[in-house]
Nanobody, 129 residues
Framework: QLVESGGGSVQAGGSLRVSCDVS?????????LGWFRQAPGKEREGVAA????????FYVDAVKERFTISRDNAKNTLYLQMNSLKPEDTAMYYC????????????????????????WGQGTQVTVS
């Protein structure tokens, strides 16, 4: 299971880091690990992702230069560092994993959201005011 933590409330311009325990998705090595978000009344959307094989990262335009995805292999933890937060970043943030062989790209796209092979956490709330 994927377990997120670290959400909370912050003022616009502030920072937060959310974490996800990905212990069950590190063997075999080749996974796409990603962060997605869903605001009330909106569909789930991709935020950022990383390919465990070579640590390539992928970001949607709305968060480029503000958010950073990373992983700590020793702790089997995925992180999303969020800086310069805006009210429109308010959402439930979900961690997800999918085997690289089960998806055509690690970019956090609609294909991943709809994939029946993806695993999801329960989410952690981020509120920016």
């Amino acid at each position: 299971q994927l377990v997120e933590s670290g959400g909370g409330s912050v003022q616009a311009g502030g920072s937060l880091r959310v974490s996800c325990d990905v212990s069950e998705h590190t063997n075999p090595a080749y996974y796409c690990l990603g962060w997605f978000r869903q605001a009330p009344g909106k569909e789930r959307e991709g935020v950022a992702a990383i390919f465990t094989g070579n640590s390539d990262t992928f970001y949607v335009d709305a968060v480029k230069e503000r958010f950073t995805i990373s992983r700590d292999n020793a702790k089997n933890t995925l992180y999303l560092q969020m800086n310069s937060l805006k009210p429109e970043d308010t959402a439930m943030y979900y961690c997800s994993a999918v085997s690289r062989g089960r998806i055509n790209s690690c970019f956090p796209s609609w294909t991943w959201v709809r994939s029946t092979h993806a695993s999801w956490g329960q989410g952690t709330q981020v509120t920016v005011s």
